[in-house]
């Protein structure tokens, strides 16, 4: 993979909690779009996406889809 922005859906709504989890991609890393949530943000490489897709598991929460936009 290129480095490029991704986006994952997840089902539902996150807590203030679990958005905290992804401060790291920046403050509008995590926007509500009913009846799912968007987490977007810069991948550097594989590693990076590999890491940010295992938060979102590790949390529980449920991948709707993943979508990279090259630069």
């Known amino acids: 993979m290129s480095s490029g922005r991704c986006e994952f859906r997840t089902a539902g709504h996150l ?3 679990t958005r905290g989890a992804f401060a790291d991609l920046g403050d509008t890393a995590v926007q509500d779009a009913p009846p799912e ?3 977007s943000g810069e991948a550097v490489d594989d590693a990076q996406l590999h890491g940010v897709l295992a ?4 949390l529980g929460l449920r991948v709707v ?3 990279e936009m090259p630069r």
Not at 55 to 58: E, P, S, V
């Open 65 to 67: 889809s993943l979508h």
């Open 37 to 39: 949530t968007v987490i």
């Open 55 to 58: 938060l979102i598991l590790n």
């Open 15 to 17: 807590s203030e909690h």
